[in-house]
């Protein structure tokens, strides 16, 4: 085996043509990795998403009447502290205790009849959204521990090129937000502060800052690469 | 297994829960959330860099949605208020997989668009192309159990928007999907093949130029129907869970 020509990957088997670890085998003809598909690209939702994601039911995770229900409403506000009237906002979530409503949760189903986990509301409504839900209870945090009860948020917009996510957490809640490994993750309370909402008199506020607006005050909202 | 040495499989910790990772797309072919040339990024684009969210339980799951939210009449937006949609008539068909090339069945396909003079049913369009009484732009379909998806429409127009001068954009229509898991979301856009405008336009140039064709849907003579409309086909990918037999110490066989 002397040819100047051989690949770098024939060249670097061993002499038994076993694989060194992280190789292909050597004209094996098989391939070595899986296959993998790339995925197809995101696009903004644009000014006319209200067209295709309107549903009547949208705004309600849970059937209507469930005792106990909750709204989850805020704003979202751009980077001149202005109001976005144009976006959607979806939340993602688990029952009171603690279950989702999916197969693939290793527990077993949600045990709130009718509890769906998941709304979407637009913000043309003065750039809020309102969304009707029970209170998340604690979730496994798959190692053991628990995370804090907390709604994943995705938001959508003209402008926004993929979505942003986000989550929400309770302000009741002090002591398992202190365990919370996602919050424990964060450099600061300035930037916990802005995953907390505050309790209203139907549930709980928490404003969305896509961007910091310092002559207003406002603090970019944690956001999250999933 | 054909590897050279054996090892017994690994056995998860019986205190965890055992939780799919879901892949994602490098950097290099994704869309970012920023472009410049898209004027409207620039006050609502996060400007912060995003905090890694390991997936966990919420991440892995998802809105199951199916059936219940579709009705046969969404799959065909030709037919809508009692009359015919303007414009070319056509099938938009194809799979939705994950990236290891699973399909992903049973799953709401969400579609909306322009009608064939480019003009949307919103309040907020009021630039001087006609509406179409026949036509609300919406449609809904649930993929079979292949992963396959497939409505009837008409091919939507160009249209103009203010984000820069003389600025059109492309025919595209909208998608919307959940696949099985939060991490699966998608809300994306359908172009069709060869359209002379994609070289001014910010929304389709934000793409990596590597990951811009699966943008691009596929003419297909095979599946026009004489007599009846054109067909495009476009396969969607959403996110599958990861799958690096490298990262473990093991002589990198995949079973």
């Known amino acids: 085996m002397s040819s100047p020509h051989l690949s770098p990957l024939v060249r670097g088997a061993r002499e038994d043509n076993d694989r060194v670890p992280g190789t292909p085998r050597r004209g094996s003809g098989f391939l070595d990795g899986p296959v993998r598909l790339g995925t197809t690209p995101s696009a903004t939702v644009g000014p006319y998403l209200a067209i295709g994601l309107t549903w009547p039911d949208g705004p309600h995770a849970v059937a209507e009447g469930t005792a106990g229900a909750i709204w989850l409403r805020g704003r979202v506000f751009d980077g001149n502290g202005d109001v976005v009237p144009d976006a959607m906002v979806e939340t993602w979530q688990a029952d009171p205790d603690g279950r989702f409503a999916h197969p693939d949760d290793p527990r077993g189903p949600v045990t709130v009849p009718g509890f769906r986990g998941f709304a979407r509301s637009d913000t043309v409504d003065g750039g809020q959204y309102a969304v009707r839900t029970l209170k998340p209870g604690p979730v496994p945090d798959g190692a053991g521990g628990w995370q804090a009860p907390h709604v994943d948020v995705s938001v959508f917009a003209r402008g926004l090129l993929d979505r942003v996510v986000t989550r929400i957490y309770f302000a009741d809640e002090a002591e398992a937000n202190a365990a919370d490994p996602v919050l424990a993750a964060l450099p600061d309370d300035e930037s916990r502060r802005t995953l907390i909402a505050q309790r209203t008199d139907d549930g709980y506020v928490l404003d969305v800052h896509l961007q910091d607006c310092a002559d207003k005050g406002m603090a970019e909202t944690v956001f999250f690469a999933v | ?255």
């Open chain 2, 1 to 255: 297994m054909t590897g050279t040495t054996s090892r017994d499989p690994r056995q998860p910790q019986e205190s965890a829960l055992v939780l799919p990772r879901y892949g994602r797309e490098p950097e290099g072919s994704r869309t970012p959330v920023a472009f410049p040339g898209y004027r409207s990024t620039a006050l609502r684009a996060p400007l912060r860099t995003p905090v890694d969210l390991p997936h966990r339980l919420t991440e892995v799951t998802g809105p199951v949605l199916g059936e219940d939210r579709v009705t046969a009449a969404d799959a065909d937006l030709t037919l809508r208020m009692g009359g015919e949609a303007q414009g070319q008539r056509i099938i938009v068909f194809g799979r939705v997989l994950d990236s290891d090339g699973r399909p992903v069945p049973h799953a709401l396909v969400e579609v909306w668009q322009a009608n064939a003079a480019g003009r949307y049913r919103h309040v907020v369009d009021n630039w001087p192309a006609p509406l179409d009484p026949h036509f609300d732009g919406l449609g809904r379909v649930v993929t079979d159990g292949l992963g396959r998806y497939e409505f009837t429409t008409i091919r939507p127009g160009a249209y103009p928007w203010g984000n820069h001068h003389n600025a059109w954009r492309p025919a595209h229509i909208h998608f919307s999907l959940f696949g099985t898991a939060f991490t699966q979301r998608l809300v994306t856009q359908m172009y069709f093949p060869g359209d002379p405008l994609f070289g001014q336009d910010p929304i389709y140039n934000a793409i990596p130029p590597t990951a811009r064709h699966r943008a691009v849907s596929r003419f297909d003579l095979e599946r026009t129907q004489d007599n009846w409309a054109l067909a495009f086909q476009w396969n969607i990918v959403l996110r599958g869970t990861d799958q690096t037999p490298f990262e473990t110490d093991d002589d990198g066989d995949v079973a």
